[in-house]
């Protein structure tokens, strides 16, 4: 059994592993789009990065 960053403990049955750090997610944290599984700070992480992307560039 592994503790995902909400404090929860995940039961190998229901676990879910983050594809970018590998940390642990309960179902109710994981964010799983298109059948891959990213844990919160990833997800947001993601997010921010392409948000930055977006951003037209200083010149």
Do not use: D, I, K
């Not at 503790?3 to 594809?19: D, H, I, K, N, S």
């Not at 789009?33 to 990065?49: I, K, R």
């Amino acid at each position: 059994m592994a503790t995902c960053w909400c404090g929860r403990t995940v039961r190998w049955f229901e676990a879910w592993t983050c594809q970018s750090c590998g940390a642990p997610c309960c179902p109710n944290c994981a964010y799983t789009p298109e059948g891959t599984a990213y844990c919160a700070a990833c997800a947001a992480l993601g997010e921010l990065e392409a948000e930055l992307a977006a951003l037209p560039e200083a010149s």
